[in-house]
């Protein structure tokens, strides 16, 4: 039997395509695991009404470990007319299914690491004051309360009486008490105690097990007074039992235009879930951008993991594929390093940075050339190259000296 199952769920578009190879990765390193395939997304959706099915949701409930690919998402009108026609019309709501999911498990805690490869021709650069440029080394891990904030799901078009009634309680609600409720919508940010609590003890956590220096409470406390008020109150209170760590506050607007000023000075970032999306992927766009972008969704029980990238329907049908499969790798390898495989999952990331670094195999997204059918013949290396890449680091190189900490485990 094998030491550990994990639900395989590759989702729409190019997550057919990144996660097999991921599995061919996991299968080179020697981890010991069985894998069972769950149907999610958009299919899913238009075939049954719901895009995370309840077999699915029963794998992840018996086995607790999941490796994602990445969805389609499409506006309500959208995801009505693409229905099945029997089941239009019958009060289907389409709710993301990775959004759900976090939801469902409480998965509440998003770890995103956004950590420089050398050699990367996608690196952040800047230009020196003496002339020339210069590269920074960007080691940023990006904490992401991932159930609630504005992605709660609390939300209304022509809201209920009683909620209006009860906003009407609050003076700020005065200008809209005479909007017409189909031209009114309304999403609730809601942000508890005990889950700002938690991501920023989380955080801290991070920051002490790997030396970071500094801990970066990102929100909008000036303006969002109650909310994130209290993401910064929790932040305060967290940082005192972590002396020696420093806590920055940032307003989530200055944070977007900083990173890209001096990227090098934040360590481990931290913010509630609309705000952490945002700077998470700021910051990746700092190292590769979403070719490089893996994530980790983890609960109490429950751990799924997912590059950040979405389904990228129009390279899907490609062949051969062209897409990036890295940050699908570097999902796998913070999979590995959940379950306590971290020497395997560091051989991983020590291959894909040898890889990067020698330059010899990129995809299109590397190469700064547009995708679609001619990337192939302009240089590109397809998917499936890239996984034959890194495979052959993994057997040639297994003690790679690589300058950065790779580390992405909780």
């Known amino acids: 039997m094998a030491k550990h199952t994990v639900v395989t769920m590759p989702g729409d578009g190019i997550g057919n395509q990144v996660l097999p190879e991921a599995l061919r990765l996991l299968e080179a390193v020697g ?127 022509n809201p209920p009486e009683q909620v209006r009634a009860a906003l009407a309680t609050h003076s700020k609600f005065k200008p809209f008490t005479s909007v017409p409720g189909p031209d009114l919508a309304i999403s609730v940010r809601i942000i508890t105690r005990a889950a700002a609590r938690k991501i920023c003890n989380a955080a801290f956590d991070w920051a002490k097990k790997y030396g970071y220096k500094s801990v970066t409470i990102c929100e909008k406390p000036n303006v969002l007074r109650e909310t994130s008020g209290l993401m910064e109150d929790e932040a305060k209170a967290v940082s005192k039992e972590y002396p020696g760590i420093a806590l920055w506050s940032t307003n989530i607007d200055a944070q977007t235009m900083w990173l890209t000023k001096n990227p090098e000075d934040y360590g481990v970032v931290v913010a509630s879930n609309l705000f952490g999306d945002v700077i998470s992927d700021a910051f990746a766009g700092l190292v590769g951008g979403l070719g490089f972008a893996a994530s980790g969704n983890i609960g109490d029980e429950v751990a799924v993991f997912e590059p950040t990238h979405g389904s990228a329907p129009k390279y899907a049908e490609l062949d051969p594929p062209i897409v990036n499969p890295i940050a699908m790798f570097l999902s796998a390898a913070m999979l590995l390093d959940h379950v306590g495989e971290t020497t395997k999952a560091t051989r991983i990331r020590n291959a894909i940075a040898a890889v990067v670094k020698e330059g010899q195999v990129r995809t299109y997204d590397m190469m700064r050339i547009p995708g679609g059918p001619k990337a192939i013949s302009q240089g590109a290396a397809s998917t499936t190259q890239m996984t034959d890449a890194v495979l052959d680091k993994l057997q040639t190189e297994r003690e790679i000296d690589y300058a950065g900490s790779m580390v992405t485990s909780v």
């Not at 086995?63 to 089941?87: R, Y």
């Not at 009060?91 to 050398?118: A, K």
């Open 31 to 157: 981890f010991d695991a069985e894998y069972i395939h769950a149907d999610i997304g958009w299919d899913c959706w238009r075939r049954q009404g719901i895009a995370l099915p309840q077999p699915t949701v029963d794998l992840l409930a018996k086995h607790k470990l999941g490796l994602f690919g990445a969805i389609t998402s499409k506006p309500k009108k959208e995801a009505e007319a693409e229905l099945n026609p029997e089941l239009r019309g019958k009060g289907y709501s389409y709710f993301s299914p990775i959004v759900t999911m976090r939801q469902r498990f409480n998965l509440d805690t998003c770890i995103r690491p956004c950590i420089s490869f050398p050699g990367n021709p996608l690196n952040f650069i800047r230009k020196k004051p003496s002339g020339g440029y210069e590269e920074p080394f960007v080691n940023v891990v990006a904490f992401r309360q991932n159930t609630e904030g504005l992605y709660a799901g609390v939300e209304w078009t």
